[in-house]
């Protein structure tokens, strides 16, 4: 079954991603209201903590996603790198299906078991250590509920990747909608009604909760649809599962190390500001990273949306349709991404200046970020493309890029006492000197293009949607 975006899924995706990646601006009124500047800083240390624990299902989560869509679209047999077995009659293979979704529950569950065990250990020593002087028996309580809501965001995760596997966009990004106004609800109730920083840890355990949920809802009733019922309760032999974890696990581990050098290249400033400025230094910083990545994320929100379109056309072997959606993404994320920067600057400084008016985020500060994160989420589109093929050619690259900028800062803020500018610095130079150049430039050369040449076509085929013609891809 050939996987195609409609506009639908389209502006669900970009709501989805508000809402996701937004959520730092949507609670920030409340936060700014309630927390004073130590507490709010403690909240952001939790926040990157739970990023931290997202790192080891993003490995998985891609790949789980692409083989469910390779399977989705006719593949009978999987493979650990590059060209997949197809079936000549693109006939769904359910039993294939049934051993991929029992591999991903039991990945799921020994991740989500193994990072409780890190933080309840590790991290509580972590949290003492940064924040000793603030917590008491109200806060250590607050610390078990978020500890109880990364488990669960962890274990049901599988649900996201089986959604975005099988193309239902749109649903995914429903559930993210939906749970999030749930969560700001939650979070601006119990904080009004005095339960303070516990409040806002038990609304981020009802979002995770309730976004699974809704998840599992819509999962079950697409593949009810697409093909009748298929027992996805069917006993797996527990080889088919070793087997299959096998096969992907070449792919995913270079995945989970792509996302642990995603997450040095965009949150880890924030630990390292955490050791070497105070904690409402940190929460500053902090928050100037969310925003300028909130407006990163939501630029390219229009690719995410069309990677099981590009799935698809690789297992179709439509490389001409590839070109066009590659094109046309590149194209809508740098309009976009600048087009938010320069409204952040313009309207999101003098909003939070009014919301918290002892707090002032430098724009200088805030432009060297937004410049770091456009190079870092613009090479991120360039390596998307080449996973979509079953190549992560890239990891070496970005996890070495990653710790030359943890290094670079440790170094710039302890022995020349730079700041947060010595973070920024060293996250620029990390990636100029090899990934913002060399994976644009191999996929240039794959498809024999420059990248005028990218723009024009990314520019036409955006102009056709918006039209409302067909193009590949596209559904309307």
Known sequence: MKITISKKDIIWNYAGTLFSMGMGYLLLPFLLLYFDDDTLGLWYIFMNLANVANLFVFGFSPSFARNIAYCWNGAEKLAAKGKYNKAVSDRFNPELFVVILKTCKTVYFIIAVTMLLCFVSIGTVYVRHVAGHLLSGAYYFAWFVFLAAVFLNLYFGYYVSLLSGIGRVAEKNKAQVLASIIRISMTALLLRGGMGFLGACLAYLAYGFVFRIICRCFFDRALKEAYGKIECGTKIDIQEIRNCFLTIWPNTWREGLVSVSDYLCTQAGTIVASFFLTLAQTGQFSLAVQLVTV??????????????????????????????????????????????????????????????????????????????QFIIVFRNCYASYLSTTNRIEYWKGFIISGIVLVIGSVLLLYFLDMGVWGIIISSVFSELVYNAWKWPYQVHSELAFSFTDMLSIGYKNLITIILGRNDEGIRE
């Open 295 to 372: 407006v990163a994320r939501l630029s390219r929100s229009f690719q995410i949306a069309h990677i099981p379109a590009l799935q698809s056309a690789y297992i179709s072997e439509d490389k001409e349709a590839g070109r066009k959606i590659h094109s046309m993404c590149i194209f809508v994320y740098c309009i976009v991404f600048w087009t938010g920067f320069a409204a952040l600057l313009a309207v999101g400084l003098p909003v939070i200046s009014i919301i918290k008016p002892g707090m002032e985020l430098d724009a200088y500060v805030l432009t060297g970020i937004g410049i770091s």
